[in-house]
């Protein structure tokens, strides 16, 4: 069976071409990270401990990195083909969805050393250690953030996985499609909202009262997308048991999407025009190693899921 559409006019719909720049935005971003690798070796000549985990933590990012890399190329490369050949079949589909899903299990599981890593700040402290400012900083922008998406995600996306199968009813990878997309929004929420946190440690809250674009940010930040992410859990735990994807509320899901692209968007403008000026560990994390920032295309999606009536 070839999944296919004879118009051209219909093939070629807002909500593929969309699709097509998110596509090709995950496979740039990831390319990007892939060739500005700057921090192989930087745990030489540290303390014996941190070296340790710094070079634990880095290698298993960089196995992560080169995994989701190889599965953004197979992605890119699948959905380039698909566009100029107007269909692929539906076997060679199936595929491609489960081997980019496989890839991008393995690279949120890879954050598993730096999760454990992140905690350590709490064994030290049951063994006798100082639990200082920079402990509570690096559970918050570290521990707890990687182990979330170093557990939760790798479970929801190999779920999905498991009930691609042309044999069984579309429920079930809805239902671990929609907890996906849900833990998608949380794990930006925990990255973005532990370092802001970890900025203003070390900045003080005048790094937000004295700059607006800042305060912006932050309160979009940890308001905003937690916000957000409350919305997708709650119509989740609404939609779960759809048996067609048709059958969900797709303007619904085309809003969430819509506002999770703009909160990168919006982050990497500012950040691009202000960053160089307020320097800190936020700007540091957005424009130099936040390989999420693909997501600044996913609103080209959104709104062709809200305006989808009038295609």
Avoid at 100 to 112: H, K, M, Q
Wanted: glycine share 8%; aromatic share 16%; hydrophobic share 55%.
């Amino acid at each position: 069976m070839v999944v296919t559409i004879t118009t051209q006019a219909n093939f070629y719909s807002p909500f593929k071409i969309g699709l097509l720049v998110v596509v090709i935005a995950f496979f740039m971003f990831t390319l990007y990270g892939i060739i500005t690798v700057e921090w192989i070796g930087e745990w030489e000549g540290l303390e014996a401990s941190t070296s340790f985990w710094i070079f634990i933590t880095d290698i298993s990012s960089l196995v992560g990195l080169i995994i989701r890399f190889i599965g953004s190329l197979i992605a890119a490369v699948a959905y380039c083909y698909y566009f100029i050949k107007k269909g692929l079949s539906t076997h060679l589909i199936d595929k491609v969805l489960k081997i980019v899903l496989i890839s991008e299990a393995l690279y949120w599981f890879s954050f598993i050393t730096s999760g454990i890593w992140g905690v350590t700040p709490v064994l030290d402290s049951i063994l006798g250690e100082p639990f200082t400012l920079f402990s509570i900083s690096f559970i918050l922008s570290t521990g707890i953030p990687c182990l979330f998406e170093a557990i939760v995600l790798p479970i929801a996306l190999f779920k999905i996985v498991t009930h691609l199968n042309p044999t069984k009813l579309k429920t079930g990878a809805i239902k671990w499609g929609l907890i996906a997309g849900t833990g998608y929004i949380f794990v930006w929420w925990l990255n973005n909202a532990g370092l802001w946190i970890n900025a203003l440690i070390i900045k003080g809250t005048q790094y937000l009262t004295n700059y607006p674009i800042n305060m912006i940010s932050f309160i979009s930040t940890i308001f905003g997308l937690f916000a957000l992410g409350i919305i997708a859990l709650f119509f989740s735990k609404k939609s779960i048991g759809t048996k067609q994807i048709e059958l969900l509320n797709l303007k619904i899901v085309g809003a969430i999407i819509v506002f999770a692209g703009l909160y990168f968007l919006w982050n990497y403008i500012a950040g691009i025009v202000y960053g160089t000026e307020l320097w800190s560990v936020w700007y540091a994390w957005l424009l130099g190693h936040n390989l999420d920032l693909w997501a600044l295309s996913l609103p080209l999606v959104g709104i062709s899921l809200l305006f989808r009536n009038r295609q």
